[in-house]
């Protein structure tokens, strides 16, 4: 049941009809569940059980974190008279490291599910290499587990911290971990901003309603107008890269950051709208990341719910362990007297490698492969660069006399930007490390844009298609443009002001899919970027 099948819109058509007529407000949570399960069974490939395990585990491992905590503090206070200050804390420290075991059993046990799908054969072909024997197998990726575990391990582990108390019933837990609109590709949600919408009865709202169906038809435009229609081009070329000219490969790499920009956000628009159509704000996950000034920020507005995943649990973790803060320490003292260099690199050196080895993470999220591993440590690497030589960029800045808020130097910033992120583009689309070394060389030297151009339009799509594409991205171009402009409000609260110019647009985005999106008879649809993940 894929988000552009017909059989999806017909589905949440029912869901949405079944939620606001099931009689038990308080059991309309009830409907949400069984129209997850429905979509998780018949789409994530019979893959279900693993969810239910990680459900299980999940729900069993926080109601036994949290009464190992209550029976401390009830202790605690049975003796809080006779009792010194310090055999209190003893009590509570031999609870939280009974919760730590049950926390990292629990995290490994998920954690190894996920790492055994997605890389148990790229370990087994290395041994081969090494001289080992190791069986490969054939492995399948259920269906948003990358998702559903972040967001199942993140509750956990603020169950862990005291952030708030488990929940106690099993199918709210289940709810949590499987609502249907975000289990393609998220968003990773938050126990405390979701859980609330999910099981509180939300009464139906036009007016949220109409603003959920634009959102989810936007996705759909930029779905089918103009992902699906770039990535005929970028499979051509990707494919057999070495039979193309290299201002071809760098047509094609420029058309990937187009469609992965189309496909994910779309995908994103189209998750968020079904949800909103139900009552329930997901998180925002994606926020116009090409207009970004620098790679740093670039991150925080693409994939924004992963970023703050990885910052709240593992970027922080890192930075505040005792190893880190040690080396902090190490660098300022060391001998002879620091300089201003030092002092600045005793500050940010350990948070500068937490975030390389952040980036690392992420990249080996994205697939078992090599290339990964350069993506990762490419925009680690950027990032980690950009924070040790702050100062000496703005000396520079400063020596130049460029004003920081200049439009011409925020366009070069955005501009530089873009074509950073651009080289990590390259891991994503090559077949391997060094195909996407490769790639990025030929881009540079052997550039011949009208053969390039003449290749492109050889790939499997007209003149016509092309157009339609150039139109797709030109009006998505301009409604971001116009939402950066104005960041504080979206465009779509904007227009309820004039409800009739709502519509009509609503229409006109409906009637552009139909006329210039790819879909019909023989049309297989590219499954969505991080639908695998």
Same mark, same amino acid.
């Given at each position: 049941?894929?988000?552009?099948?017909?059989?999806?819109?017909?589905?949440?058509?029912?869901?949405?009809?079944?939620?606001?007529?099931?009689?038990?407000?308080?059991?309309?949570?009830?409907?949400? !569940?069984?129209? #997850?399960?429905?979509?998780?069974?018949?789409? /994530?490939?019979?893959?279900? $059980?693993?969810? @239910?395990?990680?459900? &299980?585990?999940?729900?069993?491992?926080?109601?036994?974190?949290?009464?190992?905590?209550?029976?401390?503090?009830?202790?605690?206070?049975?003796?809080?008279?006779?009792?010194?200050?310090?055999?209190?804390?003893?009590?509570?420290?031999?609870?939280?490291?009974?919760?730590?075991?049950?926390?990292?059993?629990?995290?490994?046990?998920?954690?190894?599910?996920?790492?055994?799908?997605?890389?148990?054969?790229?370990?087994?072909?290395?041994?081969?290499?090494?001289?080992?024997?190791?069986?490969?197998?054939?492995?399948?990726?259920?269906?948003?587990?990358?998702?559903?575990?972040?967001?199942?391990?993140?509750?956990?582990?603020?169950?862990?911290?005291?952030?708030?108390?488990?929940?106690?019933?099993?199918?709210?837990?289940? !709810?949590?971990? #499987?609502?249907?609109?975000?289990?393609?590709? /998220?968003?990773?949600?938050? $126990?405390?901003? @979701?859980?609330?919408? &999910?099981?509180?009865?939300?009464?139906?709202?036009?007016?949220?309603?109409?603003?959920?169906?634009?959102?989810?038809?936007?996705?759909?435009?930029?779905?089918?107008?103009?992902?699906?229609?770039?990535?005929?081009?970028?499979?051509?070329?990707?494919?057999?890269?070495?039979?193309?000219?290299?201002?071809?490969?760098?047509?094609?790499?420029?058309?990937?950051?187009?469609?992965?920009?189309?496909?994910?956000?779309?995908?994103?628009?189209?998750?968020?709208?079904?949800?909103?159509?139900?009552?329930?704000?997901?998180?925002?996950?994606?926020?116009?990341?090409?207009?970004?000034?620098?790679?740093?920020?670039?991150?925080?507005?693409?994939?924004?719910?992963?970023?703050?995943?990885?910052?709240?649990?593992?970027?922080?973790?890192?930075?505040?362990?005792?190893?880190?803060?040690?080396? /902090?320490?190490?660098?300022?003292?060391?001998?002879?007297?620091?300089?201003?260099?030092?002092?600045?690199?005793?500050?940010?050196?350990?948070?500068?490698?937490?975030?390389?080895?952040?980036?690392?993470?992420?990249?080996?999220?994205?697939?078992?492969?090599?290339?990964?591993?350069?993506?990762?440590?490419?925009?680690?690497?950027?990032?980690?660069?950009?924070?040790?030589?702050?100062?000496?960029?703005?000396?520079?800045?400063?020596?130049?006399?460029?004003?920081?808020?200049?439009?011409?130097?925020?366009?070069?910033?955005?501009?530089?930007?873009?074509?950073?992120?651009?080289?990590?583009?390259?891991?994503?689309?090559?077949?391997?490390?060094?195909?996407?070394?490769?790639?990025?060389?030929?881009?540079?030297?052997?550039?011949?844009?009208?053969?390039?151009?003449?290749?492109?339009?050889?790939?499997?799509?007209?003149?016509?298609?092309?157009?339609?594409?150039?139109?797709?991205?030109?009006?998505?171009?301009?409604?971001?443009?116009?939402?950066?402009?104005?960041?504080?409000?979206?465009?779509?609260?904007?227009?309820?002001?004039?409800?009739?110019?709502?519509?009509?647009?609503?229409?006109?985005?409906?009637?552009?899919?139909?006329?210039?999106?790819?879909?019909?008879?023989?049309?297989?649809?590219?499954?969505?970027?991080?639908?695998?993940?």
């Amino acid at each position: 049941m894929s988000y552009v099948s017909l059989t999806f819109p017909l589905f949440t058509a029912a869901s949405v009809l079944a939620y606001y007529l099931f009689p038990l407000k308080k059991l309309r949570w009830t409907v949400l !569940l069984a129209a #997850s399960y429905v979509f998780y069974f018949f789409t /994530g490939l019979g893959f279900g $059980y693993l969810m @239910l395990v990680t459900t &299980l585990t999940t729900w069993l491992g926080a109601l036994w974190m949290d009464r190992m905590g209550a029976a401390a503090e009830a202790e605690v206070e049975a003796h809080k008279s006779e009792w010194s200050r310090e055999e209190r804390k003893a009590v509570r420290n031999e609870a939280k490291k009974k919760k730590r075991r049950v926390l990292t059993a629990i995290l490994v046990l998920n954690f190894g599910v996920l790492a055994f799908l997605k890389y148990y054969n790229l370990f087994a072909e290395h041994l081969c290499l090494w001289g080992f024997s190791a069986p490969t197998l054939r492995l399948l990726l259920p269906l948003g587990i990358s998702f559903y575990t972040f967001q199942a391990m993140g509750y956990l582990i603020d169950v862990y911290r005291g952030k708030y108390p488990a929940e106690r019933n099993p199918g709210k837990t289940a !709810l949590f971990v #499987s609502f249907f609109p975000q289990i393609v590709q /998220g968003p990773i949600g938050d $126990y405390a901003q @979701l859980s609330p919408q &999910l099981f509180e009865a939300r009464p139906f709202d036009y007016d949220r309603a109409r603003r959920g169906l634009q959102l989810a038809a936007w996705g759909y435009f930029k779905k089918l107008v103009i992902a699906d229609r770039a990535v005929i081009v970028i499979g051509a070329v990707t494919s057999a890269y070495a039979d193309y000219d290299g201002s071809a490969i760098l047509m094609a790499a420029v058309l990937y950051a187009l469609q992965i920009y189309a496909d994910f956000s779309g995908g994103i628009d189209i998750s968020r709208g079904i949800a909103q159509i139900l009552g329930i704000e997901l998180a925002e996950n994606f926020r116009r990341p090409y207009f970004s000034r620098s790679i740093s920020e670039y991150w925080r507005r693409w994939h924004i719910s992963l970023g703050a995943w990885m910052r709240n649990y593992v970027f922080y973790s890192l930075t505040t362990s005792k190893a880190f803060l040690r080396m /902090g320490r190490s660098i300022r003292s060391a001998k002879p007297e620091p300089s201003p260099a030092r002092l600045h690199t005793a500050k940010v050196f350990p948070t500068a490698l937490a975030s390389l080895i952040v980036f690392l993470l992420v990249g080996i999220w994205h697939g078992a492969n090599l290339k990964y591993v350069g993506f990762g440590l490419w925009n680690g690497g950027i990032i980690m660069l950009s924070v040790l030589l702050a100062p000496e960029y703005e000396k520079l800045r400063s020596a130049l006399r460029i004003r920081a808020e200049s439009r011409l130097f925020i366009l070069f910033q955005m501009v530089r930007t873009f074509f950073i992120v651009l080289v990590g583009y390259y891991f994503d689309i090559a077949p391997s490390f060094g195909g996407a070394v490769d790639m990025m060389r030929r881009s540079v030297t052997d550039l011949h844009f009208k053969a390039g151009t003449e290749q492109i339009l050889s790939c499997g799509v007209s003149p016509k298609q092309m157009g339609a594409l150039a139109f797709g991205a030109a009006v998505m171009l301009a409604v971001s443009a116009a939402q950066e402009r104005r960041p504080e409000e979206s465009l779509r609260l904007r227009l309820e002001k004039r409800p009739a110019l709502s519509w009509l647009l609503l229409f006109l985005c409906i009637a552009c899919t139909m006329v210039f999106g790819v879909y019909g008879p023989g049309y297989d649809s590219g499954a969505f970027v991080y639908m695998q993940f």
